[in-house]
């Protein structure tokens, strides 16, 4: 680390707080984020492991679910990792070049995920609306494409991030993050000089994610309630919208934590610090962990499924 002549630093390395004001319960505070990452490391290999045993799930709406457990195995193990190090050996440290790394994969694969919930929501209006064109639309290779362009969205939009810090913002006044990982707008904070590029962009970003994709989601489901408002009974409406069940669920279960944590980060002046930190993390693990539950309670094929694993395995050899 160097100073340079207006007293700024030049980090190559910086200091993650962790829990900034809960630093004497970073033990007890481990317990629960650890066992939350161990369920969601579990829940989602295990969905992996059932869509590709069981051949009934083939379909396009499991293999997006596919992708999500993909994408929050990457979220969660992006953060967790680095926190309960934190938590039980105090390594705080972590260089440049890693906290940028690690910027680069929350904020790129919750950008991923947005698109995958907006493919998956594409994917009910089709069912719904325009049946009979549902398996010549959603054929494989178009679920391959559409999870290929919300990746390649993803890259698109947050690699410039790192970029722009890197080569724009080289002086900091001082090397302490108070966050648990390498957040964006934590890191250009502390920075020296005009960062008004850094956080245009970065507010830009924000409302193409959340606000475009969250109004495309809604107006795919006000498509798909008028189309089941036209069903003849009520029995066959509730039958149609309960394939939607799961979906709104786990995007309820991503979009809130998201508003929650931006909107107490923005506006939230007299939110306590730790407060905003843990909102943070929780918002990384709370999809992880109730997407698998979600889905293995409402879908009947991965229940059965899960029911005969664990049958088998409790049979005496």
């Not at 050996?89 to 919750?110: K, R, T």
Request: hydrophobic fraction near 50%; proline fraction near 5%; include cysteine.
């Amino acid at each position: 680390m160097f100073m340079s002549n207006n007293a700024c630093l030049v980090p190559t390395s910086f200091w993650l707080t962790g829990i900034p004001g809960l630093e004497s319960l970073h033990i007890w505070l481990s317990i629960p984020f650890g066992s939350i990452y161990l369920l969601a490391m579990v829940g989602n290999i295990t969905i992996l492991t059932v869509v590709r045993v069981e051949h009934s799930l083939h379909q396009p709406m499991y293999f997006f679910l596919c992708m999500l457990a993909v994408i929050d195995l990457v979220l969660s193990t992006s953060t967790m990792p680095k926190l309960l190090a934190i938590f039980w050996f105090g390594a705080h440290n972590i260089d440049l070049d890693s906290c940028l790394a690690q910027m680069f994969f929350v904020h790129c694969f919750a950008t991923v995920e947005s698109g995958i919930f907006l493919a998956m929501a594409f994917d009910r209006y089709v069912a719904i609306c325009d049946p009979l064109h549902h398996t010549s639309v959603l054929t494989h290779a178009m679920v391959s494409r559409l999870g290929l362009a919300s990746l390649l969205r993803g890259v698109l939009y947050i690699g410039p991030l790192p970029l722009m810090i890197r080569l724009r913002l080289s002086l900091y006044r001082t090397q302490i993050i108070a966050h648990s990982y390498c957040e964006h707008m934590a890191m250009v904070t502390l920075a020296c000089g005009d960062t008004t590029v850094n956080d245009l962009y970065g507010m830009g970003i924000g409302f193409l994610v959340l606000i475009l994709d969250s109004l495309a989601i809604t107006a795919s489901y006000v498509m798909i309630f008028r189309a089941v408002m036209r069903l003849a009974t009520p029995e066959a409406r509730l039958k149609t919208l309960g394939t939607c069940g799961s979906h709104i669920c786990a995007i309820l279960v991503f979009y809130i934590p998201i508003a929650v944590s931006s909107l107490t980060h923005r506006f939230g002046h007299h939110v306590p610090p730790h407060i905003h930190i843990l909102l943070a993390n929780f918002y990384l693990l709370i999809s992880p962990i109730l997407n698998p539950a979600v889905y293995a309670v409402r879908t009947k094929q991965i229940r059965q499924r899960l029911l005969h694993i664990l049958k088998a395995g409790a049979q005496p050899k």
